[in-house]
């Protein structure tokens, strides 16, 4: 074969390879370099695929036992609404999941237009039972109402804080392990450029090409060739080694104070909490409501047998909702289910060894040309070994370092800029990075002032939250608009009916504070600041409510 016609293998002694030949060892190197990044990427790929599905079952199982639970209060204590109740609570915790994985969607839209849907329910089959009238404008009406008097009180503003706190460490250590595997697979299939293939079947192949088949290139022959070959991936270096203090974080917050698990099982609690002050406050609630939606019709007599609950179950269900003095006592955190593969405890197992190899992985994308060029691929127990151009007893030319800038002085192939795809990938890391520490500074500050902030009273509790951003689930409300205004709006415009609802003005209402009186003739108000006196309230509420009306 004449040299003339060979590409790459050109060399003064004879030869035995074609062109043919050369383009086949193109194709070789391509795939070889392919597989050899899989090989090194295959344990660190395989612990985030594999943590990012622990992580997911165990979010499932909590979410769907929190679910049944919340399911199970309805049942048990306001089954006058439970099945109503089944749809707005399904929509919570599908959105709950969706935030999760990454929709664009809000903590407290999720919470907040649960509780639009449950006030309409809890206003006519609880607070008053004998309405009949419940037409779609009527429920829109009372819809737009919760909006404006804050039925709920501070329980609801509460949960969106909670489930903000805990979910937005779960939202971002599920895109976090998202962009993880993407750099994976990114660094996997990235092209080899023209200079990279050619440098490769040199250092690889054209030996064979004078017979010498078991010889092996020089270390540092080897190593100028990766670095040259692998300049873009190693450009990831600084932005891989925050990615992993930003997972290192995100672990950490998911298994402090603001366990996922915790929050999930608070949810129940909070809606019943939610219920109660509504109902304590009904007399109030019922004199602004008929102000804005007007009087609905009645039942005359008795409720229907439906909505009667049976003397046992009453028992029970009273149970259940007279528990709630004794869970503001507590407020420990109560387990989904006891069994020896909780999931919590596994998903905590799980994370601190993931976290753990992912620090070990830290300076990964630094030294993977040395990694490349570590065990058979050199000589390095050999007098002689391959320099590109000869077998020789050492490779005399510079070795340069790794990184894009240095390898302008790489004598064994040019390199002429940043892989688009690996720049693409560098700016995605470096924009989740800052976004998360900005994030995490964001929120300790905000959480640090609601914890530490004075207690407020009945105005505080009439206000909708708006302290948090779209991003930790929270939005802020904006200017308000009045009840009324949206109302005759939607009834000039019905196509109008399905847009996103507005938040609205609160109303200016002068509140009559509803008093129940004690066989000691003492008057409690709703708003009372005793404990004891509080829990008297809920007893008799609760009994008033759920116990069966006479014959």
């Known amino acids: 074969m004449r040299e003339s016609d060979l590409q790459i293998c050109q060399d003064r002694a004879p030869t035995c390879c074609t062109k043919k030949m050369e383009e086949s060892y193109q194709a070789a190197v391509r795939r070889e370099r392919m597989q050899s990044i899989q090989a090194l990427n295959f344990e660190l790929k395989y612990m985030i695929v594999g943590h990012t599905t622990a992580f997911q079952e165990a979010f ?27 749809e707005p609570v399904k929509e919570l915790f599908t959105d709950i999941s969706l935030y999760i994985l990454g929709a664009e969607t809000t903590v407290e839209n999720a919470v907040l237009r649960f509780f639009d849907s449950l006030f309409p329910l809890v206003y006519s089959r609880l607070i008053n039972p004998g309405i009949t009238d419940l037409s779609e404008d009527y429920t829109e009406c009372l819809r737009l109402t ?3 008097i804050n039925p709920f009180g501070h329980y609801s503003k509460n949960m969106v804080t909670e489930l903000s706190k805990s979910l937005w460490a779960s939202r971002m250590l599920s895109q976090a ?21 050619r440098a490769l079947v040199r250092m690889q192949y054209c030996p064979h090409c004078q017979g010498l088949t078991l010889i092996r290139p020089c270390v540092g022959y080897c190593l100028n060739v990766m670095r040259g070959c692998l300049a873009s991936v190693s450009e990831l270096d600084m ?19 603001h366990d996922l698990e915790i929050a999930l099982t608070g949810i129940w609690n909070s809606i019943n909490e939610a219920i109660l002050h509504a109902q304590l406050n009904g007399p109030q609630l019922s004199a602004t409501v008929d102000k804005v939606c007007g009087q609905p019709k009645r039942q005359e007599g008795n409720l229907s047998s439906g909505h009667i609950v049976p003397l046992k179950k009453a028992t029970e269900a009273q149970t259940l909702v007279l528990a709630h003095a004794s869970l503001n006592n507590k407020r420990s955190s109560l387990p989904l289910k006891a069994s020896k593969n909780d999931k919590s405890r596994s998903l905590k197992k799980i994370s601190r060894e993931f976290i753990n190899y992912m620090k070990r992985s830290r300076t990964f994308y630094a030294s993977i040309a040395e990694r490349l060029c570590d065990g058979d691929l050199v000589m390095r127990d050999s007098s002689t070994c391959w320099n590109g151009e000869d077998v020789v007893e050492s490779y005399t030319s510079r070795v340069v370092s790794s990184g894009l800038k240095a390898q302008i002085n790489n004598p064994e192939l040019k390199v002429r800029g940043l892989d688009p795809l690996i720049s693409n990938l560098i700016d995605k890391l470096q924009n989740f990075n800052q976004l998360d520490a900005e994030k995490a500074k964001l929120k300790l500050e905000r959480w640090s002032s609601r914890d530490t902030g004075s207690g407020g009273g009945r105005s505080e509790e009439l206000e ?17 608009i009045h009840t009324a205004d949206i109302l005759k709006d939607k009834r000039t415009h019905p196509e109008n009916r399905n847009e996103p609802k507005p938040t609205m003005k609160k109303i200016v209402t002068t509140t009559t ?12 108000t709703g708003n009372g600041s005793s404990a004891a006196l509080s829990s008297s309230l809920v007893i008799l509420t609760a009994l008033a409510v759920l116990w069966p009306c006479p014959p």
């Open 464 to 480: 909708t939250s708006g302290d948090c951003d779209d991003e930790d689930g929270c939005q802020g409300s904006g200017d308000r």
């Open 146 to 148: 919760r909006q404006d």
């Open 513 to 524: 504070t509803s008093t129940v009186k004690s066989s000691s003739k003492h008057s409690v």
């Open 177 to 197: 392990l998202s962009l993880g595997t993407e750099v994976i697979n990114t660094t996997e299939h990235a092209a080899l450029t023209k200079e990279c293939s």
């Open 239 to 257: 932005q891989w080694r925050e990615y992993i203090s930003t997972l290192e974080y995100l672990t950490n917050e998911m298994g402090a104070s």
């Open 60 to 86: 499932e199982s909590f979410l769907r036992l929190a679910e049944n639970r919340t399911r199970s209060l309805f049942e048990a204590a306001y089954r006058p609404m439970a099945k109503e109740a089944a």
